[in-house]
């Protein structure tokens, strides 16, 4: 099974703090994804790539950067931190087929206070 | 932006009964759907996938899609407690097979 790593697992920081959290997948995956998961919204996409390089944005992208550095990493910058952005963040990976699956990390959780 | 609904919110069925769980898209261009399964604490694993119209079925999971009606519906027959989990449907179109849209799930409990 596809092999996704996330850190750091808990955080916690204060509004307009600056928040990077890192993901790493060893799967020589082409797609790799933010998500962050809340009660009441399930997962919602923050911003996506398809390769070292490439960004795009995904459907909830405000107050979020994202920087792919190389096929194994991808990065999701939190700059201004607020209250709002506490939530349960997901990485996943999948490869480069329209139907394959999506291998999620085990998330970190981010608090702002 | 695509919606996807997933009914209901929330189900207890007891052990060794049948779950069914419903999801439908809004938008008319979604072809792939999929249902995946977070228990508590976890992250979500792929359960399965659905791209005709039809059914499919993995051991004491079946799962059914209509086209015409961007419905699916995911039914565990035998229920364990082990299938008490969150389970969240995703939805996308051809060609953009990769972006995904997630339902708010359904809790399912099952009661040993």
């Known amino acids: 099974e596809a092999a996704v790593t996330q850190s750091p697992r808990n955080k916690v920081t204060v509004t307009g703090g600056n928040v990077t959290l890192s993901c790493r997948q060893t799967?020589?995956?082409?797609?790799m994804y933010w998500y962050r998961q809340d009660t009441g919204h399930g997962l919602r996409l923050i911003h996506y790539?398809?390769?070292?390089?490439?960004?795009q944005i995904g459907d909830v992208p405000d107050g979020y950067k994202a920087t792919r550095t190389t096929q194994e990493d991808f990065f999701l910058l939190l700059e201004l931190a607020s209250p709002s952005q506490t939530s349960l963040y997901f990485c996943?990976?999948?490869?480069?087929?329209?139907?394959?699956?999506?291998?999620f990390g085990p998330g970190t959780r981010l608090l702002v206070l | 932006q695509q919606k996807v609904q997933q009914s209901p919110e929330s189900l207890i069925v007891p052990e060794g009964g049948m779950a069914s769980l419903n999801c439908t898209s809004s938008?008319?261009?979604?072809?792939y759907f999929w249902w995946y399964r977070q228990h508590s604490g976890k992250s979500p694993k792929m359960l399965m996938?659905?791209?005709?119209?039809g059914e499919k079925e993995e051991g004491r999971f079946t799962v059914h899609l209509n086209k015409a009606s961007l419905h699916t519906s995911l039914h565990i027959r035998d229920s364990q407690p082990s299938d008490s989990a969150l389970y969240l449907c995703?939805?996308?179109?051809?060609?953009?097979?990769?972006?995904?849209?997630f339902g708010t799930g359904t809790s399912l409990l099952v009661d040993p």
């Open positions: 996938s659905i791209f005709s119209n």
């Open positions: 799967n020589s995956h082409n797609y």
């Open positions: 995703a939805a996308s179109i051809g060609g953009l097979g990769y972006k995904l849209t």
């Open positions: 790539s398809y390769g070292a390089g490439n960004l």
């Open positions: 996943a990976s999948s490869d480069q087929g329209d139907q394959d699956t999506q291998y």
């Open positions: 938008d008319r261009n979604v072809d």
